[in-house]
C-alpha cells in the first residue's frame, strides 16, 4: 500500500529566508511522487512531479525537491521564500506499478511567510 | 482553455436534502476523481471512474454516487446531506500513458458545501 507523511503541519520562515517541507512516503516500488501547492479558495496547483529520472527535481516559482530513496524522502525546498509562498502544500505519492492514476495525499504543510 | 470546471462553487443545504455537484473537463482525460478536504486531513478520494461507464469507491464513498455517461462529465450525488458532508469538493482528471503530463492530476477550482 502506498502512503504519505508530511512531518510538519506548519511552517513558519521569514521572507528571504531558505523553505524545507517535509515528506516521507511509503511504497513497495519506485514510485511517482508530487508536490502539489493550494493558495487560500483556490484549486490545487503541481508544483513539480518526480518519476524516477533525474533525483532532483525542479519545479515552477523556484521550488525543487530530491528524491532519496534510502530515506523514503521527497522533501521540498526552495532558497528564499517569497510572501506569494504562503499557501498549503500537499505531498502526493502515485497508485501501483499497474495503475498509477491512483494517488495518495499527505495531510498538508501550511507555509506562513512573514515580512 | 477551460480544463476541470465545478459547479456550483458554494452551497448551503439544510439536513436530508439532495444535490448534485457538476464536473466537466475538456481535455479528454479518461481518468476522473472527486476528493473532499477537510482541514488538517488532506485530500482523501470519494470515487473515480477509469472511462465512460466505469467508476469505482475511493475511501470515503458512503453518503455518495457518482456515474461517467460521457468522457466529459463526472457528476457527484448526495443524496440525504449530513452535517458530516460539510466540506470542500475537488474534481480532477488524469490521462494515463508515458508522454509528458500524462498521470498528473488536474484539479478544478472546488466547491464549498456546507450542510446545516
Known amino acids: 500500500a502506498q502512503s504519505v507523511t508530511q512531518l510538519d503541519s506548519h511552517v513558519s520562515v521569514s521572507e528571504g529566508t531558505p523553505v524545507l517541507l517535509r515528506c516521507n512516503y511509503s511504497?513497495?516500488?519506485?514510485?511517482?511522487l508530487f508536490w502539489y501547492v493550494q493558495h487560500p479558495n483556490k484549486g490545487l496547483q503541481l508544483l513539480l512531479k518526480?518519476?524516477?529520472?533525474?533525483?532532483l527535481v525542479k519545479g515552477i516559482n523556484g521550488f525543487e525537491a530530491e528524491f532519496k530513496k534510502s530515506e523514503t524522502s521527497f522533501h521540498l525546498t526552495k532558497p528564499s521564500a517569497h510572501m506569494s509562498d504562503a499557501a498549503e502544500y500537499f505531498c502526493?505519492?502515485?497508485?501501483?506499478?499497474?495503475?498509477?492514476?491512483?494517488?495518495?495525499f499527505g495531510s498538508g504543510t501550511k507555509l506562513n511567510v512573514k515580512p | 482553455n477551460a480544463g476541470v470546471t465545478q459547479t456550483p462553487k458554494f452551497r448551503i443545504l439544510k439536513i436530508g436534502q439532495s444535490m448534485t455537484l457538476q464536473c466537466t473537463q475538456d481535455?479528454?482525460?479518461?481518468?476522473m476523481y472527486w476528493y473532499r478536504q477537510d482541514p488538517g486531513m488532506g485530500l482523501k478520494l470519494i470515487y473515480y471512474s477509469v472511462g465512460a461507464g466505469i467508476t469505482d469507491k475511493g475511501e470515503v464513498p458512503n453518503g455518495y454516487n457518482v456515474s461517467r455517461s460521457t468522457t466529459e462529465d463526472f457528476p457527484l450525488r448526495l443524496e440525504l446531506a449530513a452535517p458530516s458532508q460539510t466540506s470542500v469538493y475537488f474534481c480532477a482528471s488524469s490521462y494515463s500513458g508515458v508522454v509528458s503530463g500524462a498521470n498528473v492530476l488536474t484539479f478544478g477550482a472546488g466547491s464549498r458545501l456546507t450542510v446545516l
Open positions: 518526480y518519476t524516477s529520472a533525474a533525483t
Open positions: 481535455m479528454n482525460h479518461n481518468y
Open positions: 502526493v505519492v502515485s497508485g501501483s506499478y499497474d495503475n498509477f492514476n491512483k494517488f495518495y
Open positions: 511504497s513497495s516500488y519506485s514510485p511517482s
